[in-house]
């Protein structure tokens, strides 16, 4: 089983909709992060959360919300779509050392019409 | 923050070594040097990093430059398997930038049977 996994991994929209993108871990990891990625571009960090009651804006963070539910969970909102909104979405988690490995799921590719 | 420059992309024949270099010269003494790479649809992965002293693991070899304002990724026999865009990221651990992967463009690996 997959150590990060994300839900939706697909979803298609339209303008104006409420979209919420799951992220959970079994790597018992306290970090995590959302990342966007465009085509042809690297990942911009959205959100970035080191424990449940830690939670810090990234690089593009206007337009989004996240949530941290739980030390495994972290879901990310898009409270009203917009087309440029359209992208893949990346969760990732690492533990607390500050130059170890961060570990991404699958992806969830994102489209808003 | 400071900033990597990598190749947009690179070719190589399958089973040959690849080197994959990073210019980074305005690194700070507590940047660690990350190599991630990215497969087509999948999730970037992490694949090495190091500070100072050449660093080897299961994956590639991070050679870096004893002034540190560049560094090499050696991948010692290519597969198709490794055709990916490969990130090469500063981490500065202090404080909570230390948990920050900035991606730039990569440099996409194309191998060739």
């Known amino acids: 089983d997959a150590d990060v996994t994300q839900t939706p991994r697909n979803r298609i929209t339209k303008t104006g909709k409420r979209i919420m993108l799951e992220c959970s871990q079994t790597k018992g990891h306290d970090r995590m992060y959302w990342y966007r990625q465009d085509p042809g571009l690297g990942l911009r960090l959205i959100y970035y959360s080191f424990d449940v009651k830690d939670i810090n804006k990234g690089e593009i963070s206007d337009g989004y919300s996240v949530s941290r539910q739980a030390q495994a969970k972290f879901s990310l909102s898009l409270e009203s779509a917009i087309p440029n909104q359209t992208a893949l979405y990346f969760c990732a988690t690492s533990d607390f050392l500050g130059q170890g490995a961060q570990y991404f799921g699958p992806g969830t590719r994102l489209t808003v019409l | 923050d400071a900033k990597t420059t990598q190749p947009n992309s690179m070719e190589s024949n399958e089973e040959e070594p690849v080197h994959l270099p990073c210019n980074h010269s305005?690194?700070?003494?507590?940047?660690?040097i990350h190599w991630y790479r990215q497969l087509p649809s999948q999730g970037p992965e992490y694949v090495i990093h190091g500070l100072t002293s050449n660093v080897n693991n299961r994956m590639a070899s991070l050679a870096i430059a004893e002034d540190r304002k560049s560094s090499t990724l050696i991948l010692h026999r290519a597969t198709l398997r490794d055709a990916a865009v490969y990130y090469c990221i500063l981490r500065d651990v202090r404080g909570n930038a230390g948990n920050m992967l900035t991606f730039g463009g990569g440099t996409r690996l194309m191998v060739k049977p």
């Open positions: 305005t690194i700070s003494g507590t940047d660690y």
